[in-house]
């Protein structure tokens, strides 16, 4: 459904030699697939995601979705940053619209899609609030879902739970596993935290430090539903160790009987 194929960037810099970000980097996401990427400061996350969303062009290989090369932004691809970035005078449904409304694509049922996006995280009964009368977590799940009003193939997120508090980050987490199960779409979601990543994902990409290239890429087998309760698994812990050790440059630990069915 996405393929990455053999991505390498460079950034130009005035009077400096370019700055290789990305080397050689190749996976294939299936359909509905939800795919974390972890990895050190600087090892070329974000701009694997602006890749993908076809905001830059790789220097060398491409980016295939649907079977076609993406070479600029579309509708198959929503995009959530780390700040919410909403309008500050426009309502929480209104945000959510922004995007429709700045493409000329508004219908008569637009409105009524932006309100069931905003109860299936919780947020009915706020869509008529501003940004400022709303929390943190209640801001990002506004962005989020503003990210899938146009029914995107593919939601790209960019550390979107990154500057909330850790029990909210830990509630939106969960709010958005609820929103993938009843609105199935491939995630490819960048987090700086293990756990985070281990909680949400069937598979995560962990990134050599740069120039960025793919260092492991560990499978997660928890059964769904999930929760942070599961933190105490053997094999929750046997993955984030997994994924940590690679972080860190070391060789992976022996297995150990939790870590078998990782192989």
Do not use: Y
């Not at 090892?43 to 290989?61: E, F, Q």
């Not at 509708?75 to 919410?84: E, I, N, T, Y």
């Not at 409105?111 to 609030?129: K, M």
């Not at 960048?190 to 985070?196: F, G, I, L, M, Q």
């Amino acid at each position: 459904m996405l393929q990455l194929e053999r991505l390498s960037h460079w950034f130009e810099r005035e009077d400096e030699e370019p700055l290789l970000a990305l080397s050689d980097v190749s996976i294939d996401i299936d359909d509905r697939e939800f795919v974390a990427i972890v990895g050190a400061s600087g090892c070329g996350k974000s701009t694997l995601l602006r890749l993908i969303a076809g905001l830059i062009a790789p220097t060398v290989g491409r980016v295939v979705l649907n079977g076609r090369a993406v070479r600029e932004p579309g509708p198959d691809v929503g995009l959530v940053f780390q700040h919410p970035t909403l309008l500050p005078w426009a309502s929480a449904i209104d945000n959510v619209l922004f995007p429709l409304d700045m493409l000329g694509e508004i219908r008569s049922d637009s409105r009524a899609r932006a309100a069931h996006l905003l109860s299936l995280v919780g947020l009915s009964g706020f869509e008529t609030r501003r940004p400022a009368e709303l929390s943190g977590g209640m801001q990002q799940r506004v962005a989020i879902c503003r990210g899938l009003i146009r029914n995107p193939d593919v939601l790209l997120m960019d550390e979107p739970f990154g500057a909330l508090d850790a029990l909210t980050r830990e509630e939106v987490g969960l709010q958005l596993l609820d929103l993938w199960t009843t609105q199935p779409k491939t995630i490819v979601f960048v987090t700086h935290s293990v756990s985070e990543a281990v909680m949400l994902a069937d598979r995560v990409v962990v990134m050599s430090p740069r120039p960025g290239r793919i260092a492991d890429i560990v499978p997660i087998p928890l059964p769904r539903p999930r929760s942070f309760d599961m933190e105490g698994d053997d094999v929750f812990k046997s993955c984030a160790r997994r994924i940590r050790d690679r972080i860190f440059g070391h060789a992976p630990r022996p297995a150990r009987r939790a870590s078998e069915a990782l192989s």
